[in-house]
């Protein structure tokens, strides 16, 4: 064991750093714990990590003067960062990877690949969102869709399909959405109830 490095450490630091340097730990290249390079965690982000909002809603949202989440959608302010989606509806949210497309590119040096990643997420009570993200990687693909996502969620009007029980379960009427040639109809559907009393 090196003499110099204890000589400025007193009681339970200069044990722990004896009990590192027996066990061959400070020789394997981590250092002296709380000092100079090795540092713990390398890129990414901690999981238990603060939000430190970066946009006026978010401080808005974290310091509790926007209390639900129709209140941004009311005024139509733009979410600008995910966050702001995981405060309100953190829990209940549930994504779904509906699709990754492997993209090729043929350069000089040969063939490039990307991937594109479609994620859906919903909370089940209201709110829809869609991603699409292309990336070099899949998980980096999937992890920008799934905050994509979130950026892009909108809440969705809901009805019923005959007469008013329970909860609203379906759209209030019948809608249809183009995308570029085609058209997707999307029709009201009955609850299990109320196929049972037909």
């Known amino acids: 064991m090196t003499p110099g490095l204890l000589e400025d450490r007193e009681g339970p630091e200069a044990l722990e750093w004896e009990a590192l340097a027996a066990s061959g730990e400070a020789s394997a290249g981590r250092g002296i714990p709380g000092q100079g390079r090795g540092s713990g965690a390398h890129g990414g982000k901690a999981e238990n990590e603060e939000w430190i909002p970066i946009t006026k809603l978010g401080h808005l949202v974290k310091d509790m003067k926007i209390k639900y989440l129709e209140d941004i959608y009311l005024f139509s302010l733009p979410i600008k960062e995910s966050e702001i989606i995981d405060f309100f509806l953190g829990v209940s949210l549930k994504e779904e990877v509906s699709?990754?497309?492997?993209?090729?590119?043929?350069?000089?040096?040969?063939?490039?690949t990307k991937f594109k990643a479609f994620v859906a997420i919903a909370d089940y009570n209201g709110h829809v969102g869609l991603g699409v993200k292309c990336s070099k990687e899949v998980a980096t693909a999937i992890r920008g869709a799934i905050i994509l996502s979130k950026l892009s969620m909108v809440p969705v009007w809901r009805g019923y399909w005959g007469n008013k029980i329970c909860k609203p379960h379906t759209v209030p009427c019948k809608v249809t959405g183009c995308c570029e040639t085609e058209g997707w109809p999307l029709g009201r559907v009955p609850t299990k109830w109320d196929m049972k009393n037909q």
């Open 99 to 112: 699709k990754i497309i492997p993209l090729r590119k043929q350069t000089h040096a040969g063939q490039r």
